[in-house]
């Protein structure tokens, strides 16, 4: 009989992959394991050696996921997440069962955002356990075809260039107000929008599905800012944007949470440009209860109380 690499995975090694892919490289998830980093590394390459892949490459003097890492890990999260699951069991017979609720947020999704649409599923009466990933789009979207996740939740309808099944359920929209660093601010010459023109500007990358509005905007308005940055990652942005890199724009629904987060100042409202939400499902109707939950709930109670 021929050797199956699967078949005699090593779990040990797979938590040690697991704790180096959690805390980021192998001298931090050493500290959790109390092990040697040579250990450790020793340990990493021989499971790569079994599998036959590489699952991390190196970045400056870190570690990141190849993409095979990436799916590799979400197993392995799961895995781990049942084992924890089992325990609570065994020691509690009055633990129920949690409903598996796996989220993939598109990384263009203000994350402050993808939080208000997420959570009325942690407030059902069934227990949730939610797993959340975060990337782009279409990787997303191809790790839901493989029903690895249940949801994904996107800035843009399902793309039709993509061979996935998969059916859109629009949540909501809102338009934008723009935001400044207070120093930044008061900088700014004039009454907005004619602020905006030769001021600093950090912009949304080209996955970001407003983009492209907020560029039309800018022409038909006749303003000219001096974009200093593009960013995919909307955390990122407005990190940037606090420590007074340049003007960003977000979703007017989240306007009062950026203005304090963030320690930043609105200074302009564009309402002909907006952000809308979608959740991405294989399915045409709604069954799995956590995505009932999270569907209904932001478009009844979050869009319905954009400013």
Known sequence: MDWNPVASLNFKHLHYFWMVARSGSIASASKHLHLTPQSISSQLSELEGRLGVELFRRVGRGLELT??????????????????????VA?????????PFR??????????????VVEPALRMAEPVRLLCREGRLAPLLAEMAVHHLDLVIADQPMPNHLNVRGYSHFLGESDLTVFAAPQLAQSLAGDF???LNRAPFLLPGDDVALRPDLLRWFEA?????????EFEDSALLKAFG??????????????????????????????????????????????????????????????????
């Open 242 to 307: 606090q420590a007074g890199a340049g003007l960003f724009v977000a979703p007017t629904a989240i306007a009062d949470y950026v203005t304090q987060q963030y320690t930043v100042q609105a200074i302009g409202r564009i309402e002909a440009v907006t952000e809308r939400l979608y959740a991405i499902t294989t399915e045409r109707r709604l069954l799995h209860p956590a995505i009932v939950a999270v569907v209904q709930a932001t478009q009844r109670e979050f869009f319905g109380k954009s400013a």
């Open 193 to 195: 929008p004619v602020s």
């Open 221 to 229: 308005q006749r303003l000219y800012p001096h974009i200093v940055g």
């Open 67 to 88: 993409e095979t890492g990436q799916r590799i890990f979400s197993y392995a999260d799961e895995i781990f997440a049942l084992g924890d699951e089992l325990l609570e």
């Open 103 to 116: 989220v993939g947020i598109a990384n263009s999704v203000p994350k402050s955002l993808a939080y208000r």
């Open 91 to 99: 020691l509690d017979q009055t633990v129920r069962k949690s409903l």
